[in-house]
């Protein structure tokens, strides 16, 4: 159902959830080896300022990293997040160039440090194929006998988000909805609109979520492509939670107020555009006009209170195109008349 292109919401979202400490911290206690969990001191845990990747690849990929105690001694854990759709079987080695961007921003900053503390690198993958590729730099590396030990060597971790039912998704509740909203982008969002909304209702009984909560709903509306604007109020109105139903419908009627004077002209002159939000399409099912019907009633009885006689006449012998345009206008109008008179 989107409505606005906005920039690389993927990588918004991936920022906005593991720029937070705690959110980090319940990632990586998650997918880390069990043997370096324990020895890590999550207490020192602290994001670093800076990107690393390749300026030409910022639009597939983007990073964080943070600096943690270790056996207190100072270690470095990079998450390079990858939504590019098929994985690269040249990992290792781009990481190997953005382990050594690391190492020197380190070595500039610090210039006395006698030495350089580990990077522990994770790829945490989004695309819609499973990473089959090579996790270690040597098996890039065509090594003639008697020269490995002269060769660099490392290898990185991956979190394939392909590779995990939703139901095994691990870490706080803020982590489990973002890795679920970005592991259904790339397969239909609308297969997980479900899940999704019922883990966005457990998060509104926690005080410090809004803001996660804000970012998820707009992910949701930006990114999916499947389902329309009556699918997406079906869903929120089933969470029976009226503070996610509130900011859920206002974020919705900011996008397609932002694009709706191209969004109006396309709908009607030329029918429903695959992805938009509003869906226009003339012909639907007659099952899908009276749930736009419903859809329609609901909005206006929640912004306007009762509905006239003569406009439910109205609405109940309307085509599921005309619905439609109704549920766009009845968003941003002033009163019920403007709706159908606007």
Not at 160 to 180: C, F, K, W, Y
Not at 202 to 227: A, F, G, K, P, W
């Amino acid at each position: 159902m989107s409505e606005e292109p906005i920039q690389n919401p993927h990588d918004q979202l991936f920022k906005e959830t593991f720029s937070h400490v705690e959110n980090a911290v319940g990632f990586f206690q998650s997918y880390l080896p069990a043997e370096l969990r324990t020895r890590l001191d999550w207490g020192t845990l602290k994001l670093e300022p800076g990107k690393y990747t390749d300026e030409a690849l910022r639009g597939s990929e983007s990073d964080l990293l943070y600096t943690v105690q270790i056996d207190q001694s100072p270690a470095l854990l990079y998450c390079l997040f990858e939504h590019q759709s098929t994985p690269d079987a040249w990992m290792p080695l781009r990481l190997l160039r953005y382990i050594l961007n690391i190492w020197d921003q380190y070595h500039k900053q610090d210039p006395k440090a006698k030495k350089l503390p580990p990077v522990l690198p994770l790829v945490l993958f989004q695309g819609g194929a499973t990473w089959k590729a090579d996790l270690s730099l040597s098996g890039l590396i065509d090594i003639p006998d008697g020269l490995a030990a002269y060769q660099p060597e490392f290898r990185h971790l991956l979190v394939d988000l392909n590779h995990i039912n939703a139901e095994e998704l691990q870490g706080t509740l803020i982590v489990r909805a973002s890795l679920l909203a970005l592991k259904a982008s790339s397969k239909g969002m609308h297969h997980e609109l479900p899940r999704l909304f019922q883990l966005l209702a457990e998060l509104t009984h926690q005080d410090s979520s809004l803001s996660m909560i804000r970012t998820l709903l707009r992910y949701i509306c930006v990114v999916d492509n499947d389902s329309d604007l009556t699918e997406y109020i079906k869903q929120v109105e089933a969470t029976q939670q009226p503070k996610l139903q509130e900011e859920a419908m206002t974020i919705a009627e900011q996008l397609i107020t932002k694009g709706r004077q191209e969004g109006r002209q396309e709908g009607r002159q030329e029918g429903r555009q695959e992805g938009r939000q509003e869906g226009r399409q003339e012909g639907r099912q007659e099952g899908r006009q009276e749930e736009a019907a419903k859809t329609l009633l609901k909005i206006l009885n929640k912004r306007f209170g009762s509905v006239p006689q003569s406009i439910l006449e109205t609405i109940s012998t309307a085509t599921s195109s005309q619905l439609e345009v109704w549920i766009d206008d009845s968003l941003d109008a002033e009163s019920v008349e403007q709706v159908f008179n606007g």
